[in-house]
């Protein structure tokens, strides 16, 4: 029976939500109008109202998860996005994989910070909040559904899949509810996909709150007092935005086969360009606070950081990037409500900022090189060509479309090699910005002439040259661009290790926030150069085989064939395909898949054998994802056993083929990252004709070239799963099968019944026979087989060496530890001034 309260509870709210919002906005401007007699009442009426907005958006996410929670696939998004085979942790997956659940998530944590602000800033909490009460009107109106005419506000996830869709089924029966919903991509299956969405959306929400203080300081005439409690904010939304990223290139890395873990996807770089535009701003708001110069830099970089949020927004969401990238959003209508949300709030900033602009303070004195000021605007510059750059590009199908509204034609495209392109341009501004970053250091902290700079830089030069020499020799790195790279990379992290050891020594650890942040920069930057220049692809075909004609020469070049058990030499490695696994609930280990049976209900399975202690067979044992299979593969070197790795794939006919994910063995120095290209599909078989073999016991002969042993042969009483009769007679033989150094045994039954034969024959999906026990003559002492045959198992895969890949997260994690610490600095500043009243 359909469920149409909790759709219903779930549309309510968003409208709830959406009136409350600006309600919340009016009656925060009557806050900051209102005479002091009637502040109090008005600041009790906003924040009721803002807690109703809250309250109303938390049950919209509610409702949306109790729908896929309990599998209500008579609406449309739970049908789309999720299915009874999903474990709960991937549920939570499926509430974010559409945009309108993207969007919930969103307004959640604008609703998380908006109350975190009026708990810790009362001063700002009327300009501030009008701001953030707008836009969640703005966001909110993405999920309302309403149709007004030919007008519609926003798309509901709370639709039902009757009203979505035009399917035959809906008019001989509406109340129909389809058994299971489409499922989760594959791709999305995976823990990273938990924590990462969350957290690029908070990093996302967080960008709100230095451009809230921005407007509510120009507002309100304080035009550069916003900077201090804004500042702690744009911090936090720069380390979480970050970490937001890192996450997404870390679930590249381990989910998706391309090799690496960045690949300048425009959605990926709709993301990257904000953040360095926030990581300019904090540095320009910091100078402000230190020297009284950048106030004005600080307002442009605040307000274009959470302008770039929208359109990247608009990017990705509007369906104008479909065929330029491969994660961007089908276009659900929204493109004009989202254009007119990013031009509102473009509109406003520009107006308070032109209005405010001759009111700015800013100072007349000339920066001189040997300056702070001077160092931190060049590196404000940088980090601003480096999302220039990036963001044009990006641009070009949007552009296109724009044109083409109007009526024109545009035949620009997008760069055809990303990957090159972009990081031919990125790679230099990193050089670049990390020398900034290492000489910067040193005028931050001290006051320096030319003769005092050279003392500085010195001994960190020398160092630096001496390492980066040891680096170059030990590494052979040979390429004249990577060893500047090593260069400038080493330069950075001794010369802020310099720094940061005389921070620790003089004062507080936490003065060391920039200084940890620019170490990291520096082992990103190294890590970045060898993990993708001096990639190793140890798979290489001797076959002479090509697998796949719809692949380039190199792809066919870089695959290995893997026959099931037996042995191949890849580079320093002996390796052996050992089957299909899965993943068992409850089991840590992965299972061998040819000892369980589908049930044919969702994720259940049937032991057909006993597993160690884990299951008896019989048994019936609840599967994670069946779909998913994990080829395991095992690596020798000088006949020992190092390591076995188990990549996954699955064959998605919605996806369009073959869906892989990778597994790697990680070393201190490198990963060994390998996945599978391509599989055996033995779910139809084409048998082959029949063969015949008329053996005795004791005898050794050969079926589809593997030796064959016949062991005799035994009068059976019962039978597995068959009942034996009175009179029945039924005899089982006993097959062994050598393949490699793995022994087989197959045991086809023939069955007499009233004079009729019955055969149980054995299928081994490995070795791809199948055998059946086809007649006795016992006159001869002979037994006839009858053995057909079909592809035996394999894989095709592809194994990478990435040298010093860890070198790049540890740098990205420390580079997180670094803002953490400027985040607690910059709060404790802050709060030290608002409890001597001055905030």
């Known amino acids: ?10 549309h309510v709210m968003s409208i709830v939500a959406f009136v409350s919002a600006l309600v919340s906005a009016y009656a925060y401007y009557q806050y900051y109008k209102a005479n002091e007699l009637e502040k109090s009442s008005w600041r009790r009426f906003s924040r009721v109202s803002f807690y109703v907005h809250a309250v109303s958006s938390v049950m919209i996410a509610f409702s949306l998860f109790e729908i896929i929670y309990n599998h209500r696939f008579e609406y449309f998004y739970a049908y789309s996005h999720s299915s009874k085979a999903l474990p709960v942790h991937y549920m939570i997956s499926s509430f974010w994989e559409g945009q309108e659940g993207a969007f919930i998530l969103w307004i959640f944590w604008n609703v998380v910070l908006g109350i975190s602000l009026i708990h810790t800033n009362k001063a700002w909490e009327a300009p501030v909040m009008i701001v953030f009460a707008l836009v969640q009107a703005f966001l909110v109106s993405m999920i309302m559904g309403v149709v007004i005419g030919d007008l519609k506000i926003g798309s509901s996830p709370f639709i039902l899949l009757r009203d979505a869709t035009q399917a035959p089924i809906f008019q001989m029966n509406p109340d129909f509810i389809p058994e299971d919903g489409t499922g989760l991509n594959p791709l999305l299956q995976n823990i990273w996909m938990v924590i990462h969405p969350p957290t690029l959306f908070l990093g996302y929400a967080s960008t709100l709150v230095p451009f809230a203080f921005l407007i509510g300081g120009l507002a309100t005439q304080r035009y550069s007092e916003w900077v201090r409690p804004a500042l702690p904010w744009a911090i936090f939304s ?10 997404g290139a870390y679930w590249a890395y381990v989910t998706l086969n391309f090799g690496g873990y960045w690949n300048w996807d425009p959605v990926e770089n709709a993301v990257y360009v904000p953040w360095l535009i926030l990581v300019a701003s904090v540095h320009t708001m910091i100078t402000y606070k230190k020297s009284s110069t950048a106030l004005k830099t600080s307002i442009v970089l605040v307000i274009l950081s959470f302008i770039l949020v929208l359109y990247a927004t608009f990017l ?8 330029a990238s491969v994660h961007s959003f ?16 473009l509109v406003v900033a520009l107006f308070f900022a032109i209005r405010s602009w001759k009111h700015i303070p800013s100072s007349e004195r000339e920066a001189s090189v040997y300056s702070r000021e001077f160092w931190i605007f060049i590196g404000a510059t940088t980090l601003g060509l480096m999302g220039f750059q990036v963001i044009l590009p990006t641009s070009i199908p949007a552009w296109n479309a724009l044109v083409e509204s109007f009526g024109g034609i545009s035949n620009m495209a997008p760069p055809a090699d990303q990957v090159e392109f972009y990081t031919k341009f990125q790679l230099w501004f990193g050089v670049a910005l990390s020398l900034l970053t290492a000489v910067g250091q040193f005028f931050w902290w001290q006051k320096m002439d030319k003769k005092a700079l050279k003392e500085a830089l010195l001994t960190p030069y020398i160092i630096s040259v001496l390492l980066s020499a040891a680096i170059i020799v030990l590494a052979k790195v040979y390429d004249w661009r990577y060893m500047i790279i090593v260069l400038a990379g080493t330069f950075t992290i001794v010369a802020n290790a310099v720094i940061l050891s005389k921070l620790v020594k003089k004062s507080t650890f936490k003065l060391a926030g920039g200084s940890l942040a620019h170490i990291g920069l520096g082992m990103v930057l190294i890590g970045i150069m060898f993990s993708s220049g001096y990639s190793d692809t140890i798979s290489i075909n001797m076959s002479g085989l090509t697998y796949s004609n719809s692949w380039e020469d190199e ?22 395909y050992r089957g299909r696994q899965k993943k068992v609930v409850g089991i840590k280990e992965l299972v061998p898949a040819k000892i369980l049976e589908s049930t044919g209900q969702v994720n259940e399975a049937i032991a057909l054998e006993d597993y160690k202690d884990y299951f008896k067979k019989g048994d019936k044992v609840n599967l994670v994802l069946e779909e998913n299979d994990y080829f395991k593969i095992d690596y020798f070197q000088n006949e020992v056993l190092k390591f076995s790795l188990s990549p996954m794939s699955q064959f998605n006919e919605g996806m369009g083929g073959l869906i892989s994910s990778p597994d790697s063995k990680i070393y201190l120095d490198r990963d060994l990252y390998t996945y599978v290209a391509a599989m055996n599909d033995y779910e139809d078989p084409e048998w082959k004709e029949d063969e015949f073999y008329e053996v005795a016991p004791g005898d050794q002969f ?4 593997f030796v064959t042993y016949f062991d005799g042969a035994e009068v059976l009483t019962e039978i597995d799963d068959y009942v034996l009769q009175e009179g029945d007679v039924a005899v089982k033989a006993k097959l062994r099968i050598l393949d490699y150094d793995v022994e087989k045994t197959l045991e086809p039954t023939f069955i007499i019944r009233n004079n009729q034969v019955g055969k149980l024959p054995v299928v081994d999906n490995e070795l791809g026979i199948k055998v059946t026990l086809d007649n006795i003559l016992p006159e001869q002492n002979q037994f006839v087989f009858k053995v057909n045959q079909y592809q035996k198992d394999y894989v095709v895969m592809k ?41």
């Open 238 to 247: 720069t380390m979480i935005l970050g970490m937001g990223i890192l996450m």
């Open 799 to 839: 194994a990478i060496v990435k040298p010093y890949i860890n070198v790049l997260w540890i740098g990205s994690i420390l580079m997180l530890i670094g803002f953490t610490v400027a985040i607690y600095r910059r709060f404790d500043e802050f709060k030290k001034m608002r409890d001597k009243g001055l905030e």
């Open 330 to 345: 089908t276009d659900l209508g929204l493109s004009g409500q989202l254009l007119i949300y990013m031009l509102f709030f």
């Open 555 to 576: 792809l066919n070049k870089e695959h290995v064939l893997l026959w099931i058990n037996k042995p191949t030499q890849m580079k320093d490695y002996t390796v052996i």
């Open 316 to 323: 990705v969401r509007s369906g104008v990037l479909g065929d």
């Open 1 to 10: 029976m359909i469920n149409t309260f909790i759709g219903n509870l779930g």
């Open 702 to 705: 050969h079926v589809a070239d």
